[in-house]
C-alpha cells in the first residue's frame, strides 16, 4: 500500500477556480477541520466545532478530486492552497500530496504558524507559499483575540525567514475591531520587517456576520 493510501486528514470543503485570492493564478482552496486557536472574530468556525460534517481523505482521493483543474492551474501558474482550520496540523498529509500531485502546482499554506515547529518544517520542500496569520504580535492582544500564546507563532516565523525564499512569506497584519488600533498594526508591521519579513498585507477584518461565505 502507498504511503498516501495511509495518512488521512478531515477535509471539510474545497473551493476552486479562485482568482488571486490565495496566490497566483487560478487556485482552489481546501479547508481542513481542527484549529489550535479560537479567534474571536473566525470567518471559519465550522474548521473547529465539533458537530462540523467533514470527510475523511487520503491524499490521492483529494488529488482525483482536484485534478480535473490541471489544466487551469498549469496555463495559470496557480495550484493548491491549503487552509482551514489549521492546515500544519497535518503535515504528513500535505508532504504525501506534494508528491503525488504535478510539480507544476503552486502549493500554498495559509496558516496562524502557531504550531509545533516539526509541523512546519516537515512541509518547508512541499510548499512554494506561505501565507501567515500574525493577529497581533503584542501577546496580550494576540492572547485576548485567539485564546492563545503568540511565542511559538513568533519564534516558528523567525526559524522560517531564516530558511525559506523570503519573497515566498507574506505575513498578514490585520486590524481587528475592538481588539487592536492603527498604532498596535503598525508596531506589529515594525517588529516583522525586524524579524525579515519583506510582503506584509496590512487591512481590516470584516466582521464575519457581514461576509460572504463562499462555502454555503
Ligand atoms: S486561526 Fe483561522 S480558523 Fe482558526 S480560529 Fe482563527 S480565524 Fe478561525
Redesign the pocket.
Known sequence: MEKSDIITAPIVTYARHRIQSDGDGVTTLVCFHG?????K?????F??ESDTKYTQMTPSMLYEKLKIDNLYFLATGGGVTFG???PLLYPGFIMEFRNICPKEWRIGIET?L?VPWKNVEKVIDSTDFFVI?T?DTDPDIYKAY?GKDNTQMLDNLKKLVGIFPIDSITARVPLITNYNTKEDNERSIELLKNIGVKKIDSFKYIDPKNRLNLFK
Not at 484549529?35 to 479567534?39: A, T
Not at 472574530?41 to 468556525?45: A, D, T
Open positions: 484549529c489550535p486557536l479560537r479567534c472574530m473566525c470567518i471559519n468556525p474548521s473547529y482551514g482550520g489549521e496562524s502557531n496569520d493577529k485567539t
